[in-house]
């Protein structure tokens, strides 16, 4: 039962993947801003990844998801508390607005490239620093 769920799961999230891709068309170069552009889509397919392997870790692995310090232990719970939060809206915000914007589009794309590519690493971050044990449900 364990291992359909996780199948389940892994199915579901690869799905996402494979619909965000179709939809970006990250291979689909624009012809005036072709780095940018690049750079925004392949940021956000990295911010995608992280964001499903954390939310993969959370919902299977996180049964004493704490922090290895103790002293700490609710800030930096707090911390991935509103971090989390930033990082499921910002990147996808950005992604969709980004062709409202006309004027100032190629810096637009290196902000939020910029901005996918640090939360990702946040996530990453968070990965490697909290334990994870496996759930026996």
Same mark, same amino acid.
């Given at each position: 039962? #364990?291992?359909?769920?996780?199948?389940?799961?892994?199915?579901?999230?690869?799905?996402? =993947?494979? %619909?965000?891709?179709?939809?970006?068309? @990250?291979?689909? %170069?624009?012809?005036?801003? @072709?780095?940018?552009?690049?750079?925004?889509?392949?940021? =956000?397919?990295? =911010?995608? /990844?992280?964001?499903?392997?954390?939310?993969?870790?959370?919902?299977?692995?996180?049964? #004493? /998801?704490?922090?290895?310090? +103790?002293? &700490? +232990?609710?800030?930096?719970?707090?911390?991935?508390?509103?971090?989390?939060?930033?990082?499921?809206?910002?990147?996808?915000?950005?992604?969709?607005?980004?062709?409202?914007?006309?004027?100032?589009?190629?810096? =637009? #794309?290196?902000?939020?490239?910029?901005?996918?590519?640090?939360?990702?690493?946040?996530?990453?971050?968070?990965?490697? &620093?909290? @334990?994870? +044990?496996?759930?026996?449900?």
């Amino acid at each position: 039962m #364990n291992f359909l769920l996780h199948f389940i799961f892994i199915a579901a999230f690869l799905l996402i =993947y494979i %619909i965000a891709i179709i939809i970006l068309k @990250p291979f689909r %170069i624009h012809r005036k801003r @072709p780095v940018s552009t690049i750079l925004i889509k392949a940021s =956000y397919l990295i =911010y995608l /990844a992280c964001f499903l392997l954390m939310a993969y870790m959370i919902l299977f692995f996180s049964a #004493n /998801a704490e922090p290895t310090e +103790e002293v &700490d +232990e609710e800030k930096i719970l707090n911390l991935l508390t509103v971090f989390s939060i930033f990082a499921f809206f910002i990147p996808n915000i950005g992604i969709m607005i980004r062709r409202r914007i006309s004027s100032w589009r190629v810096t =637009y #794309n290196y902000i939020v490239a910029a901005l996918n590519i640090l939360i990702a690493l946040g996530m990453i971050w968070f990965i490697m &620093d909290l @334990p994870w +044990e496996f759930r026996s449900h």
